[in-house]
């Protein structure tokens, strides 16, 4: 999903990135829909379960998971865009 989010939003991440934005302003509405699906995947996690310590494990490690991807791949691009903006 990161890289779609990335591909799509490439230009205005790159614009607002050069304006100053920090991370959580330029990607907040993107971790708060994946803390959002987050969510809705735990409570089906714990319908079918019943266990709501399972459940929230699961939802944390991925939550850390997506946030250390997202974060990789902003690093990843901010030096594309740095290289792109340099002329090399």
């Not at 991440?13 to 509405?29: P, V």
């Not at 971790?31 to 929230?56: D, R, W, Y």
């Amino acid at each position: 999903m990161n890289l779609l989010y990335f591909e799509t939003f490439k230009r205005k991440i790159a614009i607002k990135r050069i304006a100053g934005m920090g991370f959580i302003e330029l990607h907040g509405s993107y971790l708060g829909e994946q803390v959002g699906s987050a969510l809705i995947g735990m409570g089906l996690a714990m319908f079918m379960t019943k266990s709501v310590i399972v459940s929230l494990g699961v939802v944390v490690a991925l939550l850390i998971n997506s946030w250390m991807l997202l974060n990789n791949q902003a690093k990843r691009e901010e030096k594309i865009q740095l290289s792109v903006l340099n002329g090399r």
